[in-house]
């Protein structure tokens, strides 16, 4: 599944697969404007932290069409107003300012290059971007593949799959790799309220590949730990403080609180760009709040009473030390990981130790 986020050049449009319609509806959103494209990450059409990154970088593509095209000069203050915009569509998820800031940084590289120049090379890089996050992806697979055997039962929560990235997945990237290598792997899909992203988006496509899933209710976690039919966690993050404290989807750190309790497992896979050494621990990783409507409603229903107050709290933050390893495309992170993951900030070359 690499075709849900794609540039249609000849229209001058980022088609995205309206992720908020699966599985009953495979149909494609348009963002023909950054306004669109901020549209589409608010509501969620495209969500899931590397996807939203490589939506972004399209997204800066879009700010800057429209000035290329007209005569006029001063167009720098009109894309900077733009690009900030985008940046502040969604809190939590790192990669959405990575992005951001990588096309900034790019463009201030290219010194005095006219709007229509920094165009093109904004589209190569948005490009390169989209392929490179699939070829890390595939990295992150192989290198977290070795920890999972033959005959696991991995849960996931959330989506951490070829939908949340641009293709390939990261925890379910490495479920994929696994898979490729010949191991037998179940998986058990969290549902993950509100937005049910582990019911509608993480069955489909492991469905779709061919993996065998099964959906399971947030609060069955612990009954399906106790009774033994789980035997490894992975999932993905939005933010990777750099003490290794990481904020994914709302109910990851309860999932990591049982998995101690049972002695299971609990890693996380995520690239490099969803790690963040300038936030020093999760304390300090913005947590994004949601409209209620997506607590008090399912479909058309309301399911709690009027004027009752709701906490939707998009993501939690899992402490460092319940993760046992965090799987990346340069190596799998040990512990403690103030150092490795400094370490992997300092040395952009060298491999990680293995676990
Ligand atoms: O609110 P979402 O659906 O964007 O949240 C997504 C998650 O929390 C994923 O688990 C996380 O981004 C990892 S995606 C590879």
């Known amino acids: 599944m690499e075709h849900h986020i794609r540039f249609d050049e000849r229209a001058c449009a980022l088609v995205l697969l309206d992720q908020r319609l699966l599985p009953g509806e495979e149909s494609y959103f348009y963002c023909r404007s950054t306004d669109d494209v901020i549209e589409a990450l608010r509501t969620m059409v495209v969500r899931g932290a590397p996807a939203i990154g490589v939506t972004a970088a399209w997204g800066a593509v879009l700010a800057l069409a429209p000035l290329a095209a007209s005569p006029t000069g001063g167009w720098a203050a009109d894309l900077e107003e733009r690009l900030g915009a985008l940046a502040d569509a969604r809190p939590t998820a790192v990669n959405l300012t990575w992005a951001v800031k990588h096309m900034r940084a790019l463009w201030k590289q290219s010194g005095d290059a006219s709007a229509a120049e920094l165009l093109g090379i904004w589209k190569d890089e948005a490009a390169r971007m989209q392929a490179e996050d699939i070829a890390v992806n595939r990295r992150m697979g192989f290198h977290g593949a070795g920890l999972l055997d033959s005959g696991d039962t991995v849960l996931t929560h959330c989506n951490a799959g070829a939908l949340a990235t641009a293709g390939f997945g990261t925890a379910l990237g490495v479920v994929y790799a696994a898979v490729e290598q010949g191991k037998h792997i179940r998986v058990i899909a969290d549902e993950t309220r509100p937005l049910l992203q582990g019911a509608r988006l993480t069955a489909y496509e492991l469905k779709a590949a061919g993996v065998p899933v099964t959906v399971a209710c947030d609060n069955a976690c ?68 949601r409209p209620d409507d997506e607590v008090t409603r399912i479909g058309c229903a309301r399911i709690s009473p009027e004027d009752v107050p709701v906490f939707n709290f998009a993501f939690d933050v899992t402490p460092a030390e319940l993760i046992a390893g965090i799987i990346t495309e340069r190596g799998v992170l040990a512990p403690p990981y103030t150092k490795s993951i400094a370490a992997l900030f300092a040395d952009s070359c060298r491999p990680i130790r293995q676990l």
């Open 222 to 289: 612990g009954l399906l730990m106790r009774r033994g039919l789980v035997n490894k966690v992975i999932v993905g993050a939005d933010r990777i403080a750099a003490n290794g404290d990481v904020a994914n989807k709302i109910g990851t750190y309860g999932v990591a609180l049982l998995a101690r309790a049972h002695s299971i497992p609990f890693y996380v896979a995520a690239p490099l760009s969803s790690i963040d050494p300038a936030t020093p621990d999760g304390e300090r990783i913005p947590i994004e709040r």
